[in-house]
């Protein structure tokens, strides 16, 4: 992966979460999606999503499917977002 990829550091910057935010709403909306449907719905290269949705899985909200990806954890209409820390979940705190 390209270090240039959103979400590939511990930490987001403001225009990260917007991008997040915007992946978020098209994830829990599609609830089962391939890289390049959310892509497509918001206009972006499928290497501008797959940072925040391989960040999703590996934190548990979502999982690899036969057909690409399904929700598994809709916790609100926030987006999670990574942390030096961990991950926050403004749905939840």
Do not use: C, H
Request: net charge positive; no cysteine; charged share 20%.
């Amino acid at each position: 992966m390209k270090s240039s990829v959103p979400f590939s550091r511990s930490s987001m910057t403001k225009s990260e979460q917007t991008l997040a935010a915007k992946i978020w709403q098209a994830v829990r909306e599609s609830k089962v999606f391939t890289l390049d449907a959310i892509a497509s719905q918001l206009n972006l290269a499928s290497e501008e999503v797959q940072g925040y949705i391989f960040w999703l899985r590996r934190v548990g909200y979502i999982k690899f499917t036969a057909n690409g990806f399904e929700l598994i954890q809709n916790t609100g209409n926030k987006a999670p977002i990574a942390l030096k820390t961990g991950f926050y979940d403004p749905n939840v705190a």
